[in-house]
């Protein structure tokens, strides 16, 4: 079992530079969200999905998008790099949405560096 | 503004018991979670708590008291393996999680 995979585990990347993040699940949650981890801080939402077909907004989207084609894909796309989006990128899924209190799923994560 | 408030880092022994305190300030609540994070790799679910009290599974057991605005984990028995960070997350009125920065338990011998 799977569970949650994300792609590249890590990306050394030059600024400009067009990036997308994978992240699969074979779980069939509804939810998908996307967070990023930075030492001294939590962890903060980016995007995220409630259900195939929609996205919502989390507390920092600024220079990342996301798309939500089915169920088990959610990528996240950074148009063009900075070095302020040096971080840890967090996929995870619930199997109830944005709004619930379940339990989250998390990726191993993916290390990008922005040079 | 929303707060999670949780020590950075904490040191105990192989053994013994500690305890991880968490208090948060937020806008509402709809309940209160713990995860554990291993050095590397991705959060762990540990807990979680809407109603007053103590909940508690296996080794570990965590608290919760709404009115005072506070959580803490305890983990008894520690285990070398118990060596991670802890994150506490607390889900406001929107139901938006908002995460506490983490405390790193270090076990020592």
């Known amino acids: 079992i799977a569970g949650i995979t994300q792609a590249p585990t890590s990306q050394i990347l030059a600024a400009g530079r067009r990036m997308t993040l994978r992240c699969t699940q074979d779980?069939?949650?509804?939810?998908m969200y996307w967070y990023r981890q930075d030492l001294g801080l939590g962890l903060r939402l980016i995007h995220y999905s409630n259900t195939a077909g929609t996205t919502g907004k989390g507390e920092v989207p600024d220079g990342y998008s996301v798309s939500r084609a089915n169920t088990d894909d959610f990528p996240l796309t950074l148009a063009s790099a900075v070095p302020s989006q040096t971080s840890v990128y967090f996929c995870?899924?619930?199997?109830?949405?944005?709004?619930?209190?379940?339990?989250?799923?998390f990726g191993e994560g993916s290390r990008l560096t922005v040079l | 503004g929303q707060n999670i408030d949780q020590p950075t880092e904490m040191t105990a022994t192989e053994g013994a018991i500690v305890q991880i305190n968490c208090t948060y300030q937020?806008?509402?609540?709809?309940?209160l979670f713990w995860y554990q994070q291993h050095a590397g790799e991705a959060p762990t679910f540990l807990s979680y708590?809407?109603l007053d009290g103590l909940e508690e599974k296996g080794r570990f057991s965590s608290f919760l008291s709404r009115s005072k605005g506070y959580s803490y984990l305890l983990l008894k028995e520690l285990q070398m393996k118990d060596s991670a960070s802890y994150l506490c997350?607390?889900?406001?009125?929107?139901?938006?999680?908002?995460w506490g920065a983490g405390t790193k338990l270090i076990i020592k011998p």
């Open positions: 937020t806008s509402g609540f709809n309940g």
């Open positions: 995870a899924s619930s199997d109830s949405g944005q709004g619930s209190t379940g339990e989250l799923f």
């Open positions: 708590n809407v």
């Open positions: 997350a607390v889900m406001d009125s929107n139901y938006q999680l908002i």
């Open positions: 779980m069939r949650h509804n939810a």
